[in-house]
């Protein structure tokens, strides 16, 4: 009997888990340039962090759970993922040559 309320309750866990990264994950999508433009000019004092990666970048893997994990922590800090090979054109904009490569913006600073 406490075997069943046990796996009930790692069950529960586990979803809970997978919606708080769907959340996470959902409030880093954005749909380009001028979308992630509009992302930054809203910032204002608030601290944003933009993780450049591409899918065949085995490093950017390895990596991308625990920056889904820092977003769903750090609920007052934006984390945006921006797939390179999606935007070429944000990328060359923010002259990334290597990946990943983390940018952090505050007050419309890069750091």
């Keep these: 009997m406490s075997s069943y309320y046990f796996e009930k309750s790692t069950f ?3 979803v809970l888990i997978i919606l708080l990264l769907i959340i996470a994950v959902s409030s880093m999508a954005f749909a380009g340039s001028d979308d992630l ?3 930054i000019a ?20 390895m990596i991308g ?5 820092l977003a769903a922590l750090h609920r007052d800090v934006t984390f945006i993922k ?3 090979d999606k935007n070429e054109s944000i990328a ?11 940018i952090f913006i505050k007050n419309n600073k890069e750091y």
């Design 12 to 14: 529960v866990m586990k």
């Design 37 to 39: 433009k509009s992302k």
């Design 42 to 61: 809203a910032g204002d004092n608030k601290l944003i962090v933009l993780d450049f990666y591409a899918t065949w970048c085995d490093t950017c893997g």
């Design 65 to 69: 759970p625990k920056f889904d994990e």
């Design 82 to 84: 921006i797939d390179c």
């Design 92 to 102: 060359d904009q923010y002259k990334i040559t290597k990946l990943p490569t983390f």
